[in-house]
Each structure stands twice: as C-alpha cells, then as structure tokens.
C-alpha cells in the first residue's frame, strides 16, 4: 500500500507564492514519473508539471515559467514551488506518483489566488 499526502495549500494573494509538498509513505520503491495536477472548481483535472526519475521536468503552458518540481528521492517526496500565483491558478493539487506502472493519487490540497 501506498499513501501520497499533498501539504503546503492555502489562500495566497495574486503575485504571490506558496510551496507545495508531497510526500510517499507506505510500501514505496521503484518511484518513476511524479507528476502535480490541479483541478479548478467546475473544471476537469489538468497537468500541471511532471518530473521522471532522472529529474526531468516538464511543464504546461500556464506553469511555465513560474512553477518549478522539484523531488527528493531519499525522503520519497515531491515540491511545486509556484510564483506570481494568478487567479486562474486556484483549485485542488493533486500529486501522482508512477510506482511499478502504478499510479497513486493524493487527496489534494486547495491553494486559492484572491484578493
């Protein structure tokens, strides 16, 4: 079994910044891709950026520039470091984690970008 626990949500003006976590517990080795998604309210799940084991990140349009992934394979975690939030960038972070042609999901954690 394997557990993945989002941190690092919630409520950050625009132009702001926050640092998301996430982090592997439970029967874990062999972690491939890990990837963040988000999903704004009434809208579907969208990538956001990915990062394979050879710590190769790719990223969406809109996170371009201003997010950055990050992971740490000794302590089975995975960051998002966003910046300039906007609006637009509001919903639920959800970390995936590619384990053995597995992929787990997190619960999610809600950043909000409001004045």
């Known amino acids: 079994q394997v557990q993945l626990v989002e941190s690092g949500g919630g409520l950050v003006q625009p132009g702001g910044s926050l640092r998301l976590s996430c982090t592997a517990s439970?029967?874990?080795?062999?972690?491939?891709?890990m990837a963040w998604f988000r999903q704004a309210p009434g809208e579907e799940r969208e990538l956001v950026a990915t990062?394979?084991?050879?710590?190769?990140?790719d990223y969406s349009d809109s996170a371009m520039g201003r997010f950055i992934i990050s992971r740490d394979n000794a302590k089975n975690a995975l960051y998002l470091q966003m910046s300039s939030l906007k609006p637009e960038d509001t919903g639920v972070y959800y970390c995936?984690?590619?384990?053995?042609?597995?992929?787990?999901w997190g619960k999610g954690t809600l950043v909000t970008v409001s004045s």
């Open positions: 990062i394979d084991s050879s710590d190769t990140a």
């Open positions: 995936n984690a590619d384990i053995r042609d597995y992929h787990y």
């Open positions: 439970g029967t874990v080795f062999d972690i491939g891709t």
